[in-house]
C-alpha cells in the first residue's frame, strides 16, 4: 500500500506529482491511500514494499482538458475525489478516450463534481457583497459560504475585477485577502468578524428595485439562480419578498398606464439645434454638461466641449476627448493636443485664434488595470453628437472647417470619405459650409517609424497651413 499525502484539501500540483509518480510506478489505484495533512500512514503501508518500477522512459499520458477538470474536481468536498482522479487518469494510460465515454461510472461522477464546483464558483461571483470597513478608506470585506472549497481558485478572478481596491474575502474555511499588490490565504473566519453594513448598501438596494421588472417575473427561475440560502448575506435579499408580494399589482399599472412613445435618433441627431438669442458658448457648455444622449457618456468623467473664438474663420474638429481631456475637461491637452500645438505654431497659427473641438464629447475607453484604453467611438456616439456639432457651428459660422481624421469627416460630412480623398478633394459640410481633411495627431503618434511619423506630421503642418490660407483669406 502507498501513502499520498497532499498540504491541503485543493493541493493540485501535489495531488499532480504524486498521481504522476505512482503512475510510473505501475501502482493501481486500489493500492494508494491519500491523505491530507500531518496523518498518521497506517501500519499497512509501512510494512506494505512500493510496487516495482516501470521502464525508466515512461511517461505518462493525460489531456489537458483532463488535467483542467481535475483542478476544479479537487474543490469538491467529496472525500473520495483524490482516489477518483487517480484511477481516471490510470485507466486513461491504457484507454486515451476515456472521457468520451459519458455513460462511464467514473467519468459521470467527475463531470457531476466539476458542475456542481462550476455552479457554486458561478455564485461566488455574483453574489460575494463587498462592505467598507469603518475608518479604513478603500478597504472592504465580504462574507461567503461556499459549498466547496473555491477560495483560493476564485481569488485571482476578483483580483483581476477589484484591482484597485484593499479587500478580504472571509468564509468558514479560507480567507483570501488582497492588498492591491499581493493575494494571500489564511484561515477560515466567522460570520461576526465581517461588517454588518454600510452605507453603499442603500445604493445598492435602489439600484435593484429599480431594475426589478414585476411583468418578467418567475419566482421559479430567479430563486433557481439565486437560491435562498444566499438570501441572509445578500443586502438586496429584505426587498425580494415585498416586489414579489407587488408584482401583480405593479405588473396591472404597467398595462393600465399610456405607452410611452420611444424617443427616436431623427428627433435630436438629425434636427436643428434652438439656440435662443444672445446664448453665448458658455451656456452651450452648460448645457452640454448635463447630456446622456449615448451610451457611453455615463461613464465618462465629463462632456468636453469645444472652445475658442465666437468669430474664429477657421473650425478644427477631431475624433474624441482622450484621457487627459476627459479629466481636464479640454480639447487637445493630452501627447496628441501638445502634437497638434507644435503643427500650428509651425503653420503659423495661433491656437486662440481658431475653434477646436471634437465629433464626439464624451471619451469611450475600455477600463485594463489602472489605465482606460480609448476606444473608438460607434457610429451611433457620432450621430447622436452632431447635435451639439449643428449647434456648435451654428454659433460659429466657421469659414472654413479641417477634420482631422476619419470619425470627423463622418460627423461633418454625414457619410464615410477616405481621409486621403477628403484631403485631397474636399468635401461640403451638413452645414453647406466646406471642408478639407488631415490626419489626427493621435495617428502621428502611433507610428512606430521615425520617417512614417515625419511624413504624417508635414502632411498635418501643410494642411493646417492650406487650411489657414483659405479661412483667414475669405475673412479678409
Avoid at 493540485?12 to 495533512?37: I, K, M, N, S, Y
Avoid at 498518521?40 to 516501470?54: G, T, V, Y
Avoid at 521615425?450 to 479678409?476: G, I, N
Amino acid at each position: 500500500m502507498r501513502v499520498a499525502r497532499l498540504d491541503s484539501e485543493t493541493d493540485f500540483e501535489g495531488w499532480r506529482g504524486h498521481a504522476r509518480a505512482l503512475l510510473c510506478d505501475g501502482v493501481a489505484p486500489e493500492d494508494v491511500t491519500w491523505q491530507v495533512g500531518e496523518a498518521q500512514d497506517s501500519l499497512f503501508s509501512i510494512l506494505d514494499a512500493p510496487a516495482p518500477p516501470r521502464d525508466a522512459g515512461y511517461k505518462p499520458r493525460v489531456s489537458k482538458q483532463f488535467l483542467a477538470d481535475a483542478k476544479l474536481a479537487l474543490c469538491h468536498r467529496d472525500e473520495g475525489r483524490f482516489g477518483l482522479l487517480y484511477r481516471l487518469i490510470y485507466r486513461m494510460q491504457e484507454n486515451g478516450q476515456l472521457l468520451s465515454n459519458t455513460v462511464d461510472d467514473d467519468v459521470i461522477r467527475l463531470n457531476a463534481l466539476v458542475k456542481s464546483v462550476s455552479r457554486d464558483r458561478h455564485k461566488m461571483r455574483a453574489f460575494v457583497r463587498f462592505r467598507a470597513v469603518k475608518d479604513e478608506d478603500d478597504t472592504f470585506i465580504a462574507w461567503f459560504e461556499p459549498e466547496h472549497r473555491i477560495v483560493e481558485e476564485n481569488a485571482p478572478f476578483f483580483v483581476r475585477r477589484f484591482t484597485n481596491m484593499t479587500w478580504s474575502i472571509l468564509t468558514p474555511y479560507c480567507s483570501a485577502h488582497w492588498d492591491r499588490k499581493t493575494l494571500r490565504f489564511g484561515p477560515g473566519a466567522a460570520r461576526e468578524d465581517a461588517p454588518d453594513g454600510d452605507a453603499l448598501e442603500d445604493l445598492w438596494r435602489t439600484y435593484f428595485a429599480a431594475i426589478f421588472n414585476p411583468a418578467r417575473l418567475k419566482v421559479k427561475a430567479m430563486t433557481s439562480e439565486m437560491p435562498k440560502k444566499y438570501w441572509k448575506n445578500l443586502p438586496e435579499a429584505d426587498l425580494i419578498a415585498p416586489l414579489i408580494a407587488s408584482a401583480q399589482k405593479s405588473t396591472a399599472g404597467m398595462v393600465e398606464a399610456a405607452p410611452t412613445a420611444p424617443k427616436r435618433l431623427a428627433d435630436y441627431a438629425f434636427a436643428e439645434p434652438d439656440l435662443a438669442p444672445g446664448d453665448a458658448l458658455a451656456e452651450m457648455r452648460r448645457k452640454a454638461s448635463a447630456c446622456a444622449l449615448c451610451d457611453h457618456a455615463c461613464h465618462a468623467t465629463q462632456t468636453v466641449f469645444g472652445e475658442g473664438p465666437l468669430d474664429a474663420p477657421l473650425m478644427v474638429v477631431g475624433e474624441q476627448p482622450g484621457d487627459l481631456e476627459d479629466i481636464a475637461g479640454r480639447p487637445f491637452v493630452g501627447p496628441a493636443g501638445q502634437l497638434f500645438d507644435e503643427a500650428l505654431e509651425e503653420a503659423g497659427l495661433a491656437r486662440d485664434a481658431v475653434y477646436v473641438t471634437n465629433a464626439v464629447k464624451h471619451f469611450r475607453f475600455t477600463p485594463k488595470g489602472k489605465k482606460r484604453i480609448h476606444q473608438s467611438p460607434k457610429v451611433s456616439h457620432i450621430d447622436h453628437c452632431r447635435w451639439w456639432l449643428k449647434a456648435e457651428r451654428k454659433l460659429i459660422k466657421p469659414r472654413m472647417t479641417l477634420a482631422m481624421g476619419a470619425t470627423a469627416i463622418r460627423a461633418l460630412a454625414g457619410r464615410a470619405i477616405p481621409v486621403s480623398e477628403a484631403r485631397e478633394s474636399g468635401f461640403d459640410c451638413f452645414d453647406g459650409r466646406p471642408g478639407i481633411a488631415t490626419v489626427h495627431p493621435a495617428a502621428i503618434l502611433r507610428q512606430t517609424g521615425a520617417a512614417e511619423a515625419d511624413a504624417l506630421r508635414a502632411s498635418l503642418v501643410a494642411d493646417l497651413r492650406r487650411a489657414k490660407a483659405q479661412a483667414f483669406a475669405t475673412a479678409a
